[in-house]
């Protein structure tokens, strides 16, 4: 399948919270876009570590990339670590790498000081 043919026939997510009033704020109902830019925000926060980056890629994919400019289109939030991996250049991203872990700490640590 080509990758607009991807994009156009991509579905929701069992865990996509937009649209479903069990999720809704208050009564208000979440917008995917709300949750797309919420999702990103977290993926860049692990990402920083490696010197990647994701962005949200009108709103049916995502596009992670590397410093040297090379990126990689994926269509759920699931497929980020095998791009990821592909970026680092023959390193592996460990989600459960200590350094990692110390980082994000010291992003909770900062944004409870900073609240």
Do not use: K
Not at 17 to 33: H, M, V, W
Not at 56 to 84: F, H, K, R
Request: overall charge negative; glycine content about 12%; some cysteine.
């Amino acid at each position: 399948m080509c990758g607009l043919c991807a994009a156009l026939n991509g579905g929701r997510a069992w865990t996509d919270a937009a649209g479903r009033p069990q999720f809704s704020r208050a009564g208000s109902p979440i917008r995917a876009s709300d949750e797309r830019d919420r999702l990103v925000r977290l993926a860049n926060g692990v990402l920083q570590h490696y010197g990647l980056t994701v962005s949200d890629w009108g709103g049916g994919s995502y596009m992670v990339a590397n410093p040297a400019g090379q990126n990689e289109n994926v269509y759920a939030l699931a497929g980020i670590w095998e791009s990821v991996d592909a970026l680092l250049n023959g390193q592996t991203a460990d989600p459960l790498d200590e350094a990692l872990i110390e980082s994000l700490e010291g992003l909770v640590s900062a944004r409870r000081t900073n609240a």
